[in-house]
């Protein structure tokens, strides 16, 4: 794929009058002013708001709310969000979380507005390099884990199980590289969860538009899957998109030859091909295209990591 036609990472977005009017009360509450201004944005998959918001007074913040239509997994989602955030201690390099609520089926939080842009895509070399350097810091600032987070087996045990899925599924339109070793991805992938275990605390959805570029800051936002893993973790699962998003691909960015880390892509490409394969969620146009873009890139560097014929 090339740099240019990659699915773009967005959901439908819900504009800011559209969110209920008892949350746009309780935010304007909180930040003492009525909301003059809000402004979408526009990265990410979720069927929410995300709204950046200026008061009559000058004062800005940044929005997220989400209620249970048109997809009620969000709300889970979003509440998971608002545990980590408001645990996240101040080093971790996130906006900070101001306030959180739920109200009437509605998640709400609300952070700092940080000044910034996502990684340009195609990727720039020197962004993608100051971004894989601040998450090396982030890392090791975040190990051992600082806050109670569940084991990414906890987080993950049921999606990265999609070879072992396949093999009682329809396989038309698969690889003939995946239908000659299908039996043998299952196996590998069977191993994914004891050999990303660890102690750090782990993002575990790294994707340029979960990433700000602010003068000389890298933040990471959306921290909703965060759990206690290897700390290589991140690393790894950010690279398929940046190899579909324009650049370098992942065998060229990560040469360890661990078998743990050929484990965890197993189970990262087998997500990605079988989710690519079903149905879109409410709310998620681009998530399949998206999933299948990545799942192209992680086969690539899987067959180079198993080395099977």
Same mark, same amino acid.
């Given at each position: 794929m090339s740099s240019d036609d990659h699915p773009p990472a967005t959901g439908s977005r819900i504009p800011w009058h559209e969110v209920h009017p008892k949350v746009r009360a309780a935010v304007e509450e909180f930040l003492g002013e009525p909301v003059a201004e809000a402004v979408t944005q526009p990265g990410g998959f979720s069927p929410a708001a995300a709204v950046r918001v200026r008061t009559t007074g000058g004062r800005r913040a940044f929005v997220k709310?989400?209620? $249970?239509?048109?997809?009620?997994?969000?709300? #889970?989602?979003?509440?998971?969000?608002?545990?980590?955030? %408001? &645990? !996240?201690?101040?080093?971790?390099?996130?906006?900070?979380?101001?306030?959180?609520?739920?109200?009437?089926?509605?998640?709400?939080?609300?952070?700092?507005?940080?000044?910034?842009?996502?990684?340009?895509? $195609?990727?720039?070399?020197?962004?993608?390099? #100051?971004?894989?350097?601040?998450?090396?810091?982030?890392? %090791? &600032? !975040?190990?051992?884990?600082?806050?109670?987070a569940p084991g990414i087996e906890e987080v993950f045990g049921g999606p990265f199980?999609?070879?072992?899925?396949?093999?009682?599924?329809?396989?038309?339109?698969?690889? $003939?590289?995946?239908?000659?070793?299908?039996?043998?991805?299952?196996?590998?992938?069977?191993?994914?969860?004891? &050999?990303a275990a660890g102690d750090s605390l782990v993002h575990a959805d790294l994707r340029a538009d979960n990433i700000l570029l602010s003068g000389e800051r890298v933040y990471v936002v959306d921290w909703p899957w965060a759990c206690r893993a290897a700390p290589w973790f991140d690393r790894v699962a950010l690279l398929p998109s940046v190899g579909m998003q324009g650049g370098p &691909?992942?065998?060229?960015?990560?040469?360890?030859?661990?078998?743990?880390?050929?484990?965890?892509?197993?189970?990262?490409?087998?997500?990605?091909?079988?989710?690519?394969?079903?149905?879109?969620?409410?709310?998620?146009?681009?998530?399949?295209?998206?999933?299948?873009?990545?799942?192209?890139?992680?086969?690539?560097?899987?067959?180079?990591?198993?080395?099977?014929?």
């Amino acid at each position: 794929m090339s740099s240019d036609d990659h699915p773009p990472a967005t959901g439908s977005r819900i504009p800011w009058h559209e969110v209920h009017p008892k949350v746009r009360a309780a935010v304007e509450e909180f930040l003492g002013e009525p909301v003059a201004e809000a402004v979408t944005q526009p990265g990410g998959f979720s069927p929410a708001a995300a709204v950046r918001v200026r008061t009559t007074g000058g004062r800005r913040a940044f929005v997220k709310a989400v209620g $249970p239509e048109p997809n009620a997994d969000s709300v #889970r989602i979003y509440r998971s969000e608002l545990r980590i955030a %408001a &645990a !996240l201690p101040a080093h971790v390099p996130a906006p900070r979380l101001l306030t959180g609520f739920e109200l009437d089926g509605w998640v709400t939080l609300v952070f700092e507005d940080v000044e910034g842009r996502h990684p340009a895509m $195609p990727w720039r070399r020197d962004e993608l390099d #100051r971004v894989l350097a601040a998450v090396a810091e982030m890392s %090791a &600032a !975040l190990t051992p884990a600082p806050i109670d987070a569940p084991g990414i087996e906890e987080v993950f045990g049921g999606p990265f199980t999609g070879w072992r899925r396949l093999l009682d599924e329809d396989t038309g339109g698969l690889d $003939p590289w995946i239908l000659r070793h299908l039996g043998e991805l299952a196996e590998l992938e069977s191993g994914w969860a004891r &050999a990303a275990a660890g102690d750090s605390l782990v993002h575990a959805d790294l994707r340029a538009d979960n990433i700000l570029l602010s003068g000389e800051r890298v933040y990471v936002v959306d921290w909703p899957w965060a759990c206690r893993a290897a700390p290589w973790f991140d690393r790894v699962a950010l690279l398929p998109s940046v190899g579909m998003q324009g650049g370098p &691909a992942p065998h060229e960015l990560f040469t360890d030859g661990d078998p743990a880390v050929t484990a965890v892509v197993a189970a990262l490409t087998g997500y990605f091909v079988r989710q690519s394969r079903q149905p879109g969620p409410p709310g998620l146009p681009t998530l399949r295209a998206f999933q299948r873009a990545q799942g192209v890139v992680a086969l690539d560097w899987l067959k180079r990591r198993t080395g099977w014929a």
